[in-house]
């Protein structure tokens, strides 16, 4: 969900983080100069600007976690943005297939006819399953290998069928009945879509008299109902039937669907967005990380720049913690196979697990998750009550197998660091302790210009460990906590972990998109597995309460979230090279070099570039997104300073070596541009 707000034609916005407003220039070329304010904080809309220029929002005041609401998607169809200024921009509102039955039903069609369609084209098509799904809708087929040249075929067939105004007609016919109608049109993957089918009697949809398949609906009435126009065919793809790569391999056809083509022209310049800000894309032309076939897929190469961020996250990670009280650990990547026995890892999580090593006649067993490494060291010692809460923290790398076809970039990998927590507590301190975790989660975000959430609480499912009173103190406590923090949230009943209730925080980047990060779980099963005690006041055994948490997630995903998000134009702070020296000519390079290593030495990342003329330069500084060019040329030389470019602020003029250092410094301690 996203909204384009419109614009006058020239406007005045302010930030905290700026000391005075800044305009809206009437030229659209000098937007790059500027970054947009953040949209407030409690609008039901997810926002961004469709500018294809930098993005950030940063937040010096606190975090807003909203319910919103799916009906209220909003894109962005700008009408024009002439060099006489920016006019006015349309509106166009996204529903979701949650908001509108309409959509929905237009999109479960849309599988229909296209299937219908595909089998006018390819008569020897077998047909299987097309659902509706969130952008669209898709349907798989037993067929060989489709281009781009069939898919514009199969749409100039379901145009035809759609101008038709075919209805759509529901029938119920016996089990049997269904059984002869599908073995006459030898249709073999429909009759074990029956088989699975337990409930009577079975429906049937067709389309006019020509075509049907196996259907609980729901439909549009005629395929008239359907604009062709707000329809598009997007791609193909291999997908295993029934997901079993021991079953045969089908063709699966991608499309969109919508209303009307307003909706339609919005989705994909939404998507045109979304494929600029790829992180595959920009973490290669950015130099930022790398997949090495060589060594695997699913295993992340942090190259030079990228590990720059990730150390500056990393620091700042272990400083909050630090802060709150938290004691940081470092613990093995492997551990031999029965601490995963005992954990219940090897009997709830072995498909995700790599294969044992067997080490001087003992098997061992990569990690998948830190928690029993964390008890372990609980362990090491008795407790008292007078002991807790106890917080330790660790940044964990774990290894999960996955399927090489489900890996996607730095979101889906095999090896990754968790930012990952355990609190070991009394009851009566879960809910300062899990609003202690929402404080500490709102800070870390708000590093990052995150400020709106989607909050959802899970609730005790209808199988689970521990008694019914520890979970209502327990879910209680978590409930109190959100409401302690003001902020809104859903419940998801049934929706916890076996083991206890659990807390899910959804961050909104500057598309409007939701990112699942931060989770924090009360866990009822581990304590008990691993037999972890203390003395309570009265000198008998008890058993704490234990806590998992994570902030960011993982490391690497939340770097690819970070990516998208700035577009790879991360702001000063936290970006790689934060300023590259350019001398005009080879005359000013003795001058260039002790300014480089000055700016070093002072904190800033800095690097000198030359052996290219100066406007090649400020391209190849522009394409590579560094927030700050100094240009030095002969006068800059005679008076000891710099010409300062700002990728955000354009044109700075020309400062002193001291002030350009100093400002830099301010503009990373304040989180601000120069």
Known sequence: MFVLHK???????????????????????????????????????????????????????????????????????????????????????????????????????????????????????????????????????????????????????????????????????????????????????????????????????HIGNEWWDLCAGPHVETTGNINRRAVQLESVAGAYWRGDVNKPMLQRIYGTAWENEEQLKAYLHFKEEAKRRDHRRLGQDLDLFSIQDDAGGGLVFWHPKGAVVRHIIEDLWKKIHSERGYDLLYTPHVAKADLWSVSGHLDFYRENMYDQMKIEEELYQLRPMNCPYHILIYKRKPHSYRDFPIRVAELGTVYRYELSGSLHGLFRVRGFTQDDAHIFCLEDQIRDEIKGVLDLTEQMLLQFGFDKYEVNLSTKPEKAVGDDDIWVKATGALKDALNDKGWTY?????????????????????????????????????????????????????????????????????????????????????????????????????????????????????????????????????????????????????????????????????????????????????????
């Not at 979230?561 to 790689?576: C, K, N, Q, R, T």
Request: net charge neutral; charged share 25%.
């Open 490 to 674: 859903e419940i998801d009943e049934g929706g916890g972990a076996f083991y206890g209730p659990k807390i899910d925080l959804k961050i909104e980047d500057a598309l409007g998109r939701k990112w699942q990060c931060s989770t924090i779980q009360v866990d009822f099963n581990l304590p008990q597995r691993f037999d972890i005690t203390y003395i309570d006041s009265n000198s008998e055994r008890k058993r704490p309460i234990m806590i998992h948490r994570a902030v960011l997630g993982s490391l690497e995903r939340f770097f690819g979230v970070l990516i998208e998000h700035y577009a790879g134009d991360f702001p000063l702070w936290l970006s790689p090279i934060q300023a590259r020296i350019l001398p005009v000519t080879d005359t000013q390079l003795d001058y260039c070099k002790d300014l480089t290593e000055k700016m070093k030495v002072s904190g800033i990342r800095a690097e000198l570039c030359t052996g290219e003329r100066l406007p090649k330069l400020i391209r190849n500084a522009e394409k590579q997104k560094i927030p700050l060019m100094a240009v030095v040329g002969p006068k800059e030389v005679e008076t000891q300073s710099v010409t300062v470019r700002s990728r955000f602020g354009g044109e700075l003029g020309t400062m002193d070596v001291h002030d350009f250092i100093g400002k830099i410094k301010d503009a990373v301690h304040n989180r601000t541009f120069v």
């Open 7 to 205: 614009m006058a034609s020239s406007s005045t916005f302010s930030h905290p983080l700026f000391t005075s407003s800044l305009r809206l220039p009437t030229n659209p070329s000098s937007l790059s100069s500027l970054f947009i304010n953040p949209i407030p904080k409690h609008s039901k809309f997810q926002s961004f600007y469709l500018f294809n220029k930098p993005h950030h929002r940063f937040s010096s005041s606190p975090a807003s976690a909203v319910a919103t609401d799916p009906s209220t998607a909003v894109a962005a169809n700008d009408k024009k943005i002439s060099d006489e200024g920016i006019k006015e921009i349309e509106k166009v509102v996204l529903p979701t297939n949650e908001s509108s039955q309409t959509l929905l039903r237009i999109r479960h069609t849309c599988a229909h006819v296209m299937a219908m369609a595909v089998q006018k084209v390819f008569p020897e098509a077998k047909v299987t399953i097309g659902p509706w799904i969130e952008h669209g809708f898709y349907y798989d087929f037993d067929i060989e290998p489709l281009t781009d040249k069939d898919l514009k075929k199969i749409k100039k067939e379901m145009d035809r069928i759609i101008g038709r105004n075919l209805p759509l007609v529901r029938e119920e016919v016996t089990r049997e009945e269904a059984q002869k109608r599908i073995t006459a049109i030898n249709e073999p993957y429909k009759m074990e879509i029956l088989d699975s089918i337990k409930s009577e009697p079975i429906t049937i949809y």
